[in-house]
């Protein structure tokens, strides 16, 4: 087990949603393994004119986050975890001068050891990283000749190229890019983590794993919700950018990367930055009006109960032409991958929340068992990321009996199954990896751009084409009929259920 050093952690933007419902939750199931050095100290920094009691209250005490794990404990022990939460209020906004906060901290680190050490969460609005990065850099609290300084910056990284590239100067010109770790909690789930070590840990799949023996890749992401809240934040941002342009070609990059020399970080973020640009860019407009789909989700009715359209969602406008599904086909261009097509597709308001990479293998050349029904029953490697995570790998077997009947059985691992491991939280995963200098699983700022250089052109066609299309599927079903025209000769997506075994041909909502 890696050592962490003595630190602290200084959460911008803690007043907000994100530090109740997912930072400090992490940070106390990590207390509670006893993963936190003991020199460990929390100082929240937000416009929130908050006592450090109110904040223990708001995020320990009172939290409903937090409400069901503290009945289990001793009070004594909460009490404890509490005490290294503290607060700072910075005034009317993050631009306000630093003085306070920097002799804030300065005096925490006194009291409590934590040895110069540095950790800046950025849970804030993107248009502030770079103020934020900036003031901190006044009062030299970038500076490393005293322990360590690191940046933690929320997505979105930019909304297009050109203003990822503006954000990573804008912080590069305050701190060093080793400093900055830029988050994307899919990668701390444990399922995609698991990508790299089935593909290079596995003689059966990495011999396998290249044009000659697959036939293309599928990855879904389906969400069973809409917009909820979020209809202002989304109506500027759609499936897009919100979901394809960093979670999914990050599980892209997994599976298209080379194997790394070894596991050290830059290693494996130096290969993950080769797949991205070995991804062929669709510039024309033919292509691109061949190879992508977006719609919207419209009102239906879902167990009796009437489902709000997209345009009808608060804080949407009654004209939006946003997307709530993306559907894209495209190629890598590389040997490994040359000529296999990759669909991927993210969506609102499916049949059911899931998210999982499907490679599907070439049927063997010599078929002896043509008229089994065989033929449209490939091998599958199924790696679920959410829920019910695991693998699964489907292949054909005989049927008892006369003659050479095959079906398709099951082979599968469940993470569940796993009684005696606890499996960390994203968040818990990726803060503990920054305490410990790991950026294995933090995005790099030419990653952040080469995914730009993929989506870009989609963007500004959706935006300008002449014959983009918006097509329209009611809420609770798998997307648009014509996305099944995408996948050329294959016919249609694999549409899952919830459990990872389940494979039907539809879904029934109930």
Not at 5 to 31: C, E, V, W
Not at 455 to 466: A, E, F, M, T
Request: charge should be negative; charged fraction near 25%; proline fraction near 4%.
């Amino acid at each position: 087990m890696k050592k962490t050093d003595s630190q602290m952690l200084i959460i911008f933007g803690a007043s907000g949603d994100l530090t109740a419902r997912k930072l400090i939750p992490a940070l106390f199931n990590l207390y509670i393994a006893e993963q936190l050095p003991d020199n460990f100290v929390v100082l929240g920094a937000s416009r929130s004119n908050l006592s450090d009691e109110e904040f223990r209250g708001k995020v320990v005490y009172d939290s409903t986050y937090l409400k069901e794990k503290i009945k289990e404990l001793d009070k004594k022990q909460v009490e404890d975890f509490a005490n290294k939460l503290f607060y700072e209020d910075l005034g009317d906004d993050y631009a306000s001068d630093y003085e306070g906060l920097s002799k804030r901290i300065e005096t925490l680190n006194d009291s409590h050891d934590t040895e110069h050490n540095y950790m800046f969460y950025l849970s804030t609005p993107p248009s502030i990283v770079e103020t934020v990065a900036k003031n901190l850099s006044e009062y030299n609290l970038n500076d490393e000749s005293k322990g360590f300084k690191r940046l933690i910056v929320e997505k979105p990284f930019g909304y297009n190229l050109e203003t990822a590239k503006n954000l990573n100067n804008g912080l590069q010109q305050y701190f060093k890019e080793p400093q900055i770790y830029r988050i994307d909690h899919y990668l701390g789930k444990e399922t995609v983590q698991n990508l790299l070590v089935t593909r290079f840990s596995n003689s059966i799949f990495e011999p396998l794993w290249n044009r000659n023996y697959i036939h293309h890749v599928e990855i879904t992401n389906a969400e069973s919700v809409g917009v909820e809240k979020r209809g202002g934040y989304y109506d500027k941002s759609g499936a897009l950018r919100d979901m394809f342009q960093n979670h999914l070609l990050q599980i892209v990059s997994l599976v298209v990367m080379e194997p790394p020399i070894g596991d050290q970080p830059e290693e494996i973020r130096n290969e993950k930055v080769k797949a991205l640009k070995s991804l062929r860019v669709m510039r024309d407009e033919q292509t691109l009006f061949n190879n992508t789909i977006r719609a919207q989700y419209v009102s239906s009715e879902i167990d009796g109960e009437k489902v709000k359209g997209y345009r009808e969602e608060d804080g949407v406008d009654p004209n939006s032409t946003t997307e709530t599904y993306a559907a894209i086909k495209f190629f890598v261009d590389n040997w490994r991958w040359h000529g296999v097509p990759f669909y991927v597709r993210t969506a609102k308001r499916m049949p059911t929340k899931v998210t999982e990479v499907i490679i599907h293998f070439k049927t063997p050349h010599h078929q002896i068992f043509q008229d089994s029904g065989v033929n449209s029953k490939d091998n599958k490697l199924i790696i679920r990321i959410q829920p019910d995570e695991g693998i699964l790998v489907k292949f054909g077997v005989k049927v008892p009996g006369q003659g050479f009947k095959v079906e398709r059985a099951n082979l599968d691992f469940y993470y569940s199954s796993l009684a005696q491991t606890y499996v960390m939280e994203a968040y818990e995963r990726l803060l503990l990896d920054a305490m410990q200098g790991d950026a294995t699983l933090y995005a790099r700022a030419d990653e952040v751009e080469a995914a730009w250089e993929f989506v870009d052109p989609i963007l500004d066609y959706w935006k300008n084409g002449k014959d983009v299309r918006m097509y329209g599927y009611a809420a609770g079903v798998w997307g648009p009929e014509n996305a099944d025209e995408l996948i050329d000769d294959l016919g249609f997506w694999r549409n899952p259920g919830k459990n990872l075994a389940d494979d039907p041909g539809y879904c029934v909502i109930c």
